[in-house]
């Protein structure tokens, strides 16, 4: 699904806020783009406050994602328990574990088990050699096909930094690496109840990653970020998306050349 070598993207919002939400960013994104892989939460189990929109649940969620790969859209999904493996597997084509959940072996084991792609994101608080112990988990499954995703490393309080050696490192393991140039410019619990961002340097990062070398990138993406049910400070603006991917698309090319 994400091949090594290729040059993926993988665009939506960050939770599932309507259908006709998730159906009007699918289009518009695909419009802007071309070929990519759609992404949405049906939960977020993981937000800073009890209060926070969470998402339309399991059920709903998957309802609405179906609705979404009927325009022929591959799905990512996050699952955070290992009882939703199954169901999500059932509508997504890649299962993706959140960063905080990344050493769950029950959840790692019953990703895998679906033989559906699985994309782990890297914890803030894990050195990237020690993914290798999150990929034998899903490989003691038989499934290999698995992806491991950067999205920064803690650096303080309420802050991320990236290290782009992190890239190398995990691609060494033997699966494919996305960057996640959106996540990894969060501030979390920046703004107390909610976390913050600083979505200007979103094309810094991804130029860096790209250039480093990556299969993929992650980008959670908004027609109207302010007004977001979650995550809208560290999401990149929709109309910013094609412009940004072309130029990185560029990148990609000149290193699969040797250019530079």
Known sequence: MIP??????IAGPCVI?????????ARAIRDAVGPFIFK??????????????RGPGLDQGLRILASVRAL????LTDIHEPSQAGPAAEVADILQ??????RQTDLLIAAGRTGRTVN??????????????????????????IVLTERGSSFGYNNLVVDMRSLAI???LGVPVVFDATHSVQTPGGLGATSGGAPEFIPTLARAATAAGIDGLFV???????????????????PQLGPLWAHLQKIHALLQHDKI
């Open 17 to 25: 806020e309507s259908e006709e939400h998730c159906l009007y960013l």
């Open 40 to 53: 949405a939460s049906f939960d977020k189990a993981n937000r800073s406050s009890v209060h926070s929109y």
């Open 72 to 75: 022929r859209l591959p799905i």
């Open 4 to 9: 090594r070598g290729g040059f993926t993207l």
């Open 120 to 145: 782990v994101k890297k914890g803030q608080f894990l050195a990237p050699q020690d993914m290798i112990h999150v990929v034998e988990k899903i490989r003691s499954t038989g499934n290999q096909d």
């Open 170 to 172: 995990m691609r060494s």
């Open 97 to 102: 574990i959140p960063a905080f959940l990344c």
């Open 220 to 238: 959670e993406t908004h027609n109207d970020p302010p007004r977001a049910l979650s995550d809208g400070a560290n999401a990149l603006p929709l």
